[in-house]
């Protein structure tokens, strides 16, 4: 049985940091591409960082660039996104997915479909407020 097992959320304060994860179980994430969604309140699911299967190409969600770090631990078979200096503009339901499909993290962060990834997390809601 395959899962993509995701961390919790949480509240933080405005400029607070969080790291959500999700571990692999059942499958390596070795040559997946990994894509990490954000839906906001109202709004449609976007990509806010992406990982190329080789892990040595990142994207970065113009909103998030400079502030979000996306990383995997090969090790592990868990990836990350480590979230910095959180606005409230980033509250919402992040989802972690992977698939061997997308030869670029661009690609990988396109879609924002269920159905279009192998792999899917169950979602955690970030919210930051004061």
């Known amino acids: 049985q395959t899962q993509f097992v995701q961390s919790r959320g949480g509240t933080v304060q405005p400029g607070g940091s969080l790291t959500l994860s999700c571990e692999a179980s059942?499958?390596?994430?070795?040559?997946?591409?990994i894509a990490w969604f954000r839906q906001a309140p109202g709004k449609e699911r976007v990509g806010v960082s992406c990982?190329?299967?080789?892990?040595?190409?990142?994207y970065y969600a113009g909103s998030v660039a400079g502030r979000f770090t996306i990383s995997r631990d090969t090790a592990k078979n868990t990836v990350y996104l480590q979230m910095n200096n959180l606005k409230p503009e980033d509250t919402g339901i992040y989802t972690c997915?992977?698939?061997?499909?997308?030869?670029?993290?661009?690609?990988?962060?396109?879609?924002?479909?269920?159905?279009?990834?192998?792999?899917w997390g169950q979602g955690a809601q970030v919210t930051v407020s004061s």
């Open positions: 997915a992977a698939d061997s499909v997308y030869a670029t993290p661009q690609g990988a962060c396109s879609q924002g479909i269920r159905g279009l990834y192998d792999y």
């Open positions: 059942g499958f390596t994430l070795d040559d997946l591409a």
């Open positions: 990982l190329s299967k080789n892990g040595a190409v990142t």
